[in-house]
């Protein structure tokens, strides 16, 4: 019975010690740019943007929409019906751990946004495809320069940086449970063969 309550104590604790991360952040829900919602914050009918984690040039329309203060949508549709939707979110307030978890899920980290267009603070931004059918943010019309006041191209240039491949995995949780079957392979086999002796 001792030996039971041993190797379960001992799995418990060596898997409380190794536990996955907390995510402490809350990742807000973006609308889809089939059915936009938000305050339009620039659109253009045509021209050459850039798409944040890409250093190619794409022609078409493009729409951002501001959801709140933390979150924007980037609705670029190519003139092929071939669109792009980004997700932003401000990252100023995460922390580095809370931003590798995003990065590992997708997300690309933006150190300013003021190269896009936005406020000159940390970003996280991801990218999905979507059918446009030709017009961003899926309406049949749309007002060219920008709208909301802010000037210039809100999240039309491309950014000479272009961020590197999202790293994938999680090597600490697969080292730790490595090493619990490990120890618990040993554990076993000590009070394997100290059986074998009575």
Do not use: R
């Amino acid at each position: 019975m001792f030996k039971k309550s041993l190797i379960s104590t001992l799995m418990l604790l060596l898997y409380a010690s190794i536990g996955s991360p907390v995510f402490a952040v809350a990742i807000p829900s973006f609308p889809a740019c089939v059915n936009p919602q938000g305050t339009v914050k620039a659109s253009y009918d045509s021209g050459t943007h850039g798409i944040v984690g890409s250093s190619a040039e794409y022609n078409g329309s493009d729409k951002v929409y501001q959801l709140d203060q933390n979150g924007l949508v980037q609705c670029f549709c190519a003139d092929n019906g071939q669109g792009i939707q980004t997700n932003w979110m401000k990252a100023a307030g995460f922390s580095d751990a809370d931003i590798q978890v995003l990065k590992n899920q997708g997300w690309i980290y933006v150190p300013t946004g003021a190269i896009w267009g936005l406020e000159d603070t940390p970003y996280l931004a991801k990218n999905t495809d979507y059918a446009c059918n030709g017009d961003a943010g899926g309406s049949s019309g749309s007002s060219s320069g920008s709208s909301g006041g802010t000037g210039g191209s809100v999240l039309g240039a491309a950014t000479s940086a272009v961020a590197g491949l999202a790293s994938t995995g999680n090597i600490l949780f697969t080292f730790g449970m490595s090493t619990v079957g490990l120890v618990l392979f040993i554990v076993g086999s000590l009070f394997g063969k100290e059986d074998k002796y009575k």
